[in-house]
């Protein structure tokens, strides 16, 4: 990850969003960001030129235009029609995003082209997230690929405290779908977005035959 | 053998990727067994068929890719791609130019998705009533601060007795009291009569895309809980105790913090038969009318016709529930 001072950046051409350029680079500012907050608390994988990257809820492509400054391709999915027009553009401008227009609980809508990739990206407001992540894993996820995850407790359920949906959510996550995680990381996402958790975890594999 | 089949054994081998016993049925020649790719099991994907244990390439026109994509998708049949195999049957140079033309077929299948998304949804119903919605509360704040100001220059008014509803407060402030207001009260006026003209266009519009809903509970209240639905295929899919409490967000989500009692109506409530019926029948209409919404919302996004039978039948059950027992 780049950064300038204590300012995350992607390099990349802007005026995607109207985003400041610091020395070339584009800021990607924590507040309006999940995963750029994520790694301004020192969470997160780093991004690489080899890395391919499954974005769920990819919305208008505000988060993703940085993710492809980033690595080698994006496949970001988005089942609402008006932030697909906007993640459109962005995918017009910038050709290593893949839009797919489609809803992450349907896998089977996008099967036919999304390749396996090393890290799967997830920021969906739903009940059922932790489900939704392990089943993308179990058809996209290359072995030892990485999944960053951003939880949005108010999804899962809005009178419950925070911290115990969080707690549960994690629970499932590793080990409720038949695929299982290895929790690595999980950070409150607090000051900048309130009642949201990051997690990252590794795929678990079986060491099977050989 | 397929000439294409071993040049595609050579690829993958030297990429070293870990093979996966492939399950073949016998009586295929022992050598085979050790094919990293389980190619004559391979399933079709967007850039290549694949029969008789070889591949063939589709030619790299997206519009051509993007129907066969969808086509694929829609048949369950697809496999995951593997540029690998793109590029060993032909498809692709190399793996820059097999997702150039990934790219430029995604965007064509997304567009025609999105397309046809908003065909079906129809957002615009959902944008004209947070327009009306937006006008109705910038025409209140206005005349509000209306009064505010001839209050200042009439020390005798009082908004106490004084203030009738609706349009008429702006008559009343045009005494002539105070000139500069009068300008503004005409551009509050004319506002005023665009969100009147506004109504009947969602209406219509409404009728339009929510013919059963509307003929239950009028035009405005279908459209007004599709847009708190948050669309015409949200609004299908949810169950009728969600539809019955739409737009009482607040007495909801008290009621399940704090256990006060639940709300009996949100949005509904502005039609006539909840809000004309006896108080004590009112949460039984509101349920009956959700129960029947819920029907109607789901045969105006699947069918999207107007069912005269349903509609006579659902509007009998509607005036049951109001009748004192």
């Known amino acids: ?210 | 053998m397929n000439p294409d089949a071993g040049k595609h054994l050579r690829s993958r081998s030297e990429i070293g990727k870990p093979a996966s016993p492939p399950v073949l049925p016998l009586p295929y020649p022992m050598v085979l067994i050790r094919v990293q790719y389980p190619l004559l099991d391979m399933k079709p994907t967007w850039f290549c068929d694949a029969d008789g244990g070889g591949c063939h390439p589709v030619a790299p026109v997206p519009a051509v890719l993007a129907e066969r994509a969808e086509e694929l998708g829609s048949s369950g049949m697809a496999g995951l791609p593997d540029w690998e195999l793109a590029v060993a049957c032909g498809f692709a140079e190399d793996r820059l130019q097999y997702l150039a033309v990934l790219h430029e077929t995604a965007l064509l299948i997304a567009e025609s998705r999105l397309q046809r998304a908003l065909e079906a949804d129809s957002p615009e119903l959902i944008r004209m009533v947070k327009m009306l919605e937006e006008i109705d509360s910038a025409v209140n704040h206005l005349s509000e601060r209306a009064v505010d100001w001839y209050r200042a220059v009439n020390p005798a008014f009082s908004r106490k007795s004084m203030v009738p509803p609706g349009r008429k407060v702006r008559d009343l402030l045009r005494d002539g009291s105070c000139e500069a207001l009068q300008d503004i009260l005409d551009a509050i006026d004319q506002l005023s009569e665009r969100r009147s003209a506004l109504a009947k266009q969602v209406s219509s519009k409404a009728a339009a895309v929510l013919p059963n809903c509307s003929a239950l509970a009028g035009g405005l209240v279908a459209a007004r809980i599709a847009t708190e639905a948050g669309g015409v295929r949200e609004l299908a899919r949810m169950p009728a105790s969600a539809i019955q409490v739409l737009g009482a967000k607040n007495a909801l989500f008290t009621h399940l913090s704090r256990g006060t009692p639940p709300p009996k109506h949100g949005v509904i409530y502005q039609n006539s038969a909840v809000h004309g019926s006896r108080r004590e029948r009112r949460g039984s209409v509101a349920r009956v009318l959700a129960a029947k919404l819920a029907i109607a919302a789901r045969i105006d996004y699947f069918r999207g016709v107007s069912d005269p039978a349903f509609i006579a039948r659902a509007k009998e059950a509607i005036r049951g529930a109001g009748r004192i027992r």
């Not at chain 1, 969003?17 to 608390?41: F, T, V």
């Not at chain 1, 993703?64 to 459109?88: G, I, N, R």
């Not at chain 1, 797919?100 to 099967?111: C, K, N, V």
């Not at chain 1, 990051?198 to 795929?203: P, Q, S, T, W």
């Open chain 1, 1 to 210: 990850m780049i950064w300038i001072g204590d300012q995350l950046v992607s390099p990349g051409p802007g005026g995607v969003y109207g985003e400041r350029m610091i020395q070339g680079c584009r800021l990607w500012s924590p507040a309006r960001s999940k995963l750029a907050a994520l790694y301004h608390l020192g969470g997160g994988v780093e991004l690489t030129a080899n890395h391919r990257v499954l974005y769920l809820g990819a919305a208008n492509g505000t988060t993703v235009s940085h993710v492809a400054d980033y690595v080698e391709v994006v496949y970001a999915v988005e089942p609402a029609p008006l932030p697909m027009q906007d993640l459109l553009v962005v995918a017009r401008q910038r050709k290593n995003i893949i839009p797919i227009m489609g809803d992450a609980r349907l896998p089977e809508a996008y099967l036919s082209l999304v390749e396996k990739v090393d890290l799967i990206y997830q920021d969906v407001a739903q009940p059922n997230q932790a489900e939704i992540a392990a089943l993308n894993s179990k058809y996209f996820l290359e072995n030892d690929g990485h999944l960053m995850l951003s939880i949005k407790s108010r999804s899962i359920d809005t009178v419950a405290s925070p911290k115990k949906v969080f707690k549960d959510e994690v629970k499932k996550l590793e080990g409720d779908f038949g695929v299982e995680f290895e929790v690595l990381q999980r950070k409150e996402l607090d000051p900048f977005h309130e009642d949201h958790l990051g997690v990252l975890a590794r795929m678990f594999v079986d060491e099977e035959e050989d």
